[in-house]
């Protein structure tokens, strides 16, 4: 009786070593749940969920701290999306947001005068410019977030909607009726 | 192999629907007039769309290059005719999309005067050098799928480890309804076709050349087989004509390269994992005439069809306005109901007759309500199978229905998805009339789409945590750098005397500034002594003194308008 007790014990002390050991050596670094909202989020890092850019959000989100309904750039889609992840039910876009076509920014170069204030406000980097040299957009690197445009002290920047072309161009969802039989 | 017991390879599947070849395939090619005006698409292959090197404006020829290939996928395009370049600009093209795309307006100037062709002296040319010339003549493959056929004819990747290129095939199926552009072309230019393969085989360094031709084209067979005997090209293996059993899709690629070898190709492979490669018979003939005529590819063979006046093969220019086309097969007839780009099983419905000819365009049928009747509506799924026995892919298309109907892409994917042709057997035996393909091409563009946006997140995340890295690095360079010349001052500040010490020169002139400083020092005390204030505006000429006045009198006028501003409303 004695000697099964201890080796009962003996098993459950190696294996406590084990687990514990495996608890320091594998340790995950970041929450990985971070890293997965962060992966559904468009990383427009728009910041229109009030939030100063996507990862704060997931950041947020993973906390608790935030709703998944405030970001309007992943739309509907994303928010279904970020419901399945988090096992909760989805929800109508937050109050005051509103999803946009996608758009890119564009500079009007007659009237940049290189003042440089938007490739600050840039968060990824997709404006090329120096001081008193006029400015141009990237068209593929930009998210579309908009934030350029308030620091534009002479307003020439304004955003185009992307329009459908032939490699962008989707078939569309089949509509056949179906035949009702009564 | 003797051509009589090659053995033929049957794939899973496939349809027989009615070929209605009959209606077009009696009558010999016919030329069309000349057009006062063409319009030239830049994107009528895949990749990227040619750039063009002409202006609005400019006076150009037949034959020349007006768009330039742009990267390594894409090819060259050229002008139909003589005339003048009147726009480039957004224009209808076919596409199932209807959107307009960039195209050269030319205006015929009714010349039609051509370059100088150059033939190419292909058996002494650098290969490398030759495949760019087939590339500045616009040779795109012309059986469908538009690839640049520079890229498949170069032979460094022909000889590549682990499957080294050693089947040439040709592609004479058209396996297609109502098609009969490739069996005409067979028919009426076999020696070029032949000649074609042969530069194709001797380009690939292949041994064995196969031309499958459906068995319902024996006019074909029999000219494509004289051919061979005629031809007095120098031989690269032999060239072996080969008829095929006909059964829809027999003509696609894979398909067409398991019936003659009974390779297949892995599920998300091309027909050259296992060494084949294959080019349609149009191909063959153009690359023929590219390289022994110099010609660049200007026209192809269009069948016009169906609901038309004079149905038949057309050498048509391309850029001819599908309208022109029409008109040539004696206009579209009463009641006729819209066209099909292509065959009926693969084809699509054409948005505006205004678009042109392109090389991918193969065949234009004009639909009537006889002719195609209204589909009849859908029934649910009844999980029949039919559409997966005749799948020649071997997918099970009823399952990747039910998930792209309820758009959950990742399952579709898990069904391979990817492998389907899109040939239309599935639709076309489903009995619940269910347009299966419409489904499958939907949840394609959806997961394309899909891609594109994450990419493109992914490389804004990658952007945006860079700039935040950016900024903190700036941040610490700049603290790092006020750090050090903070350090120095300090530095030079305590070693300041002693290096003072050091240099007899600094001494001097120190010596010598303490001694000025001293005498104007002296200086103002004696003047003090004496009451005298310095002033240095004294015994001015009379000159200076009006111009202090003036400015005296003009600064007092601004500092009273300034303080009228300020104090003012």
Known sequence: MLTAILVMAGIGLVLGAVLGWAAIRFRVQEDPLVDKIDAILPQTQCGQCGYPGCKPYAEAIAKGEADINLCPPGGEDGIKRLAELLGVDPKPLGEGLEPKPRAVAIIDENTCIGCTLCIQACPVDAIVGAAKQMHVIIADQCTGCELCLPPCPVDCIHMDVVKEDLTTWKWRYPVHRIRQIS | ?569
């Open chain 2, 1 to 569: 192999m003797s051509p009589l017991h090659r053995p033929i390879h049957r794939f899973h599947g496939g349809v027989h629907p009615d070929d209605h070849k009959a209606a077009s395939s009696g009558t010999p090619i016919r030329a069309m007039p000349l057009l006062p005006r063409y319009l030239v698409p830049l994107r009528q292959h895949i990749g990227t769309p040619a750039r063009p090197v002409v202006q609005v404006g400019d006076t150009v020829l037949r034959g020349q290059m007006i768009g330039s290939a742009e990267g390594y996928v894409s090819t060259a395009v050229h002008a139909p005719t003589s005339g003048r370049v009147v726009a480039i600009e957004p224009r209808a093209v076919p596409h199932p999309s209807g959107l307009f795309d960039m195209a050269i307006v030319i205006e015929s100037d009714g010349l039609d005067r051509a370059v100088e062709f150059q033939p190419l002296d292909w058996q002494n040319t650098d290969p490398s050098a030759l495949r760019n010339r087939i590339r500045d003549l616009g040779l795109a493959g012309l059986g469908g799928a538009v690839f640049p056929s520079y890229i498949k004819l170069n032979p460094g990747v022909a000889r590549q480890a682990p499957s080294p290129i050693h089947t040439l095939i040709l592609n004479g199926a058209e396996c297609e309804p109502w098609i009969t552009c490739d069996d005409r072309l067979m028919r009426e230019r076999a020696r070029q076709v032949m000649e074609g393969a042969r530069i194709m085989a001797r380009m690939l360094g292949v041994k064995s050349t196969l031309i499958g031709v459906e068995d319902n084209k024996p006019e074909a067979i029999a000219a494509l087989n004289q051919a061979r005997l005629d031809s007095d090209l120098e031989v690269a293996g032999d060239v072996e004509v080969v008829a095929v059993p006909t059964l829809y899709p027999g003509g696609g690629g894979k398909q067409l390269a398991y019936t003659l070898t009974g390779l297949e190709v892995p599920a998300g492979g091309l027909s050259t994992d296992v060494g084949i490669q294959v080019f349609n018979v149009g191909t063959a003939y153009g690359l023929r005439q590219a390289v022994l005529g110099g010609e660049p590819l200007i026209s192809r063979i269009v069948t016009v069809t169906g609901h038309v006046a004079r149905p038949g093969n057309f050498e048509v220019r391309i850029g001819t306005p599908v309208s022109d086309l029409l008109e040539a097969a004696g206009g579209r007839l009463a009641d006729a109901c819209g066209e099909i780009v292509g065959g009926p099983m693969m084809g699509f419905d054409l948005m505006d007759l205004a678009a042109p000819v392109t090389k991918a365009v193969n065949c234009i049928i004009v639909k009537s309500p006889t002719l195609f009747p209204p589909k009849p509506l859908a029934l649910p799924c009844i999980r029949c199978g039919a559409c997966a026995r005749a799948c020649p892919v071997e997918l099970q298309p009823f399952e990747m229905y039910w998930f792209s109907r309820a758009k959950d892409f990742g399952k579709v994917q898990g069904f391979n998805l990817f492998d389907c042709i899109e040939c239309g057997c599935c639709s076309f035996v489903c009995p619940s009339h269910i347009p299966l393909v419409d489904y499958f091409r939907f949840a394609k563009s959806e997961i394309w789409e899909r891609e594109r946006e994450k990419q493109a997140s992914d490389q804004a995340r990658i952007r945006h945590e860079f700039k935040a890295f950016r900024l903190e690095r700036e941040k610490q360079e700049k603290a790092e750098k006020f750090a050090k010349a903070a350090a120095e001052n300090k530095a030079k500040t305590a070693a300041a005397p002693a290096d003072k010490a050091e240099d007899p020169e600094a001494a001097r002139k120190k010596a010598i500034l303490d001694a000025a400083l001293a005498r104007a020092q002296k200086a103002k005390e004696e003047m003090a002594a004496a009451g005298v204030a310095p002033k240095n505006t004294d015994n001015l000429p009379p000159r200076v003194e009006r111009e202090i006045a003036e400015i005296e009198a003009r600064r007092e006028k601004t500092e009273s308008c300034q303080d009228g501003v300020r104090t003012g409303p």
